[in-house]
């Protein structure tokens, strides 16, 4: 700080050089805070936590499900054996469990790619969980795989999808994979958290 003279009296004050410091720490520190506290990306990821959690439920349902039926349930079992689960119209199977679904209480992306289950073409649909049995190589008798795309967490990021295979855990695979018939291996990454 400099001194000025006035009067033989002394008075202090902050020099132009001292202010235009203090002012690029306090733009850094707000640069850090809003890198850190990002709103949107803070809440996706409580969404895609929750997504997580839902798909565990539904995978731990349909095994509860399968104990006491003796078998996987049908598509048009699969509100009467799973609460809170509203299946889609595609869900009318009597012999086999593909189709999608909503779970009540998990709010997914608005809309989706086309694929999260064998055949699904309908590309900007509403976003669904996808269920698939579809025993292309990779899924053994009575394994499953549910499906549901992923928030993101950066608005520049590629779409990814969660995928839990019954018999090999979570993962998370890019949007553009065939979820029914490819190896998790080597194409997704394993969900740890």
């Known amino acids: 700080m400099k001194k000025l003279n006035k009067n033989n009296g002394s008075e202090t004050g902050f020099t132009l050089i001292e202010l235009l410091i203090v002012i690029v720490i306090i733009g850094i520190l707000a640069g850090v805070l809003i ?18 959690a839902s798909l565990t439920k539904v995978a731990f349902g349909i095994n509860t499900a ?15 054996e799973l609460d809170n689960v509203t299946p889609n119209a ?3 199977g009597a012999d086999e469990l593909d189709c999608r679904f909503t779970l009540s209480g998990t709010s997914l992306p608005s809309t989706c790619d086309a694929g999260l289950i064998a055949g699904d073409t309908e590309t900007g649909s509403k976003c669904s969980m996808a269920i698939s ?6 899924l053994v008798n009575g394994a499953f795989r549910i499906t549901a ?19 090999r855990g979570l ?5 553009d994979v065939n979820y029914s018939t490819v190896d998790l291996a080597s194409s997704c990454t394993e969900v740890t958290e």
């Open 35 to 52: 890198a850190v506290v990002n709103p949107y990306r803070q809440q996706n990821r409580a969404r895609n936590a929750t997504i997580k």
């Open 66 to 80: 399968r104990a006491s039926l003796g078998r996987l349930p049908s598509s048009s079992e699969l509100a009467v």
């Open 90 to 92: 595609d869900c009318t």
């Open 133 to 138: 049995t579809t025993n292309a190589g990779s």
């Open 149 to 167: 795309k992923q928030f993101k967490i950066n608005p520049a990021d590629v779409g990814a999808v969660f995928v839990f295979d019954s018999t």
């Open 171 to 175: 993962w998370s695979c890019p949007s």
